[in-house]
């Protein structure tokens, strides 16, 4: 990936704050995104979630971090004003800064936010920590052997695995963003999500 398509830990973070606000909003994004003259694929009516419409809009370069003024205008117009106040009001001014201050580390999730993700992980949970995080069988079993009796310890240590042995980029948008490839995974309506992300915003 090029440094020019590299999002900003800013960025990221405004795009899963306004994924949040706008659960309830996911269809009038929707019509909203296939009205535009953006010319979105019709992929776009299979977005579950409006944080992967708003991923596929930022995809598709129809807003950046640098300039926010399309976003502005599609949240006006499904009567989101609140959000434009809000959250993208300041970035005009101080988004730069913020970004260019913001340490890599902050962006990590916490053992906090893990020990609620544990919760969203069924009995396939192997499986993801496989395909999605690439943690390998061998590791799994000697975490279980550790802790033979605690299938939710279990999971927890295996992501705190998954945290330590990428340290630049096991961040929490990049979890998110693996979890969408798993419907199944119903994390982004958690509140635990917009927790941690406050939590990150803070700086703690």
């Known amino acids: 990936m090029s440094h020019r398509n590299r999002a900003p830990p800013e960025h990221t973070k405004l795009l899963l704050l306004l994924g ?3 659960e309830n909003d996911t269809e009038k994004l929707k019509m909203r995104c296939r009205s535009d003259d953006a010319k979105l694929p019709p992929s776009v009516m299979e977005k579950k979630t409006a944080h992967g419409l708003l991923k596929l809009l930022d995809q598709r370069r129809v807003f950046r971090h640098d300039n926010y003024s399309k976003l502005e205008e599609i949240l006006k117009d499904i009567q989101r004003d609140d959000l ?3 959250y993208l009001s300041s970035k005009k001014e101080s988004s730069e ?16 936010f893990f020990q609620d993700f544990v919760q969203t992980l069924g009995r396939n949970w ?14 799994i079993s000697l975490i279980q ?7 939710k310890e279990q999971i927890f240590q295996v ?14 948008a990049a979890l998110l963003e693996k979890c969408e490839s ?5 994390i982004m309506s958690s509140k635990c999500v917009q927790k941690e992300i406050d939590r990150l915003g803070e700086g703690k």
């Open 84 to 86: 434009v106040y809000r």
């Open 145 to 151: 052997q550790s802790h033979p009796y605690d299938v």
């Open 20 to 22: 949040n606000e706008l």
């Open 97 to 112: 800064t913020t970004e260019s201050t913001l340490p890599a580390t902050s962006n990590r999730p916490s053992d906090a």
């Open 126 to 139: 192997k499986f993801f920590m496989r395909s999605a995080l690439n943690i390998s069988d061998n590791e």
């Open 182 to 186: 798993y419907p199944d995974l119903d």
């Open 159 to 172: 992501l705190k695995l998954w945290r330590e042995k990428n340290k630049g980029t096991a961040t929490l």
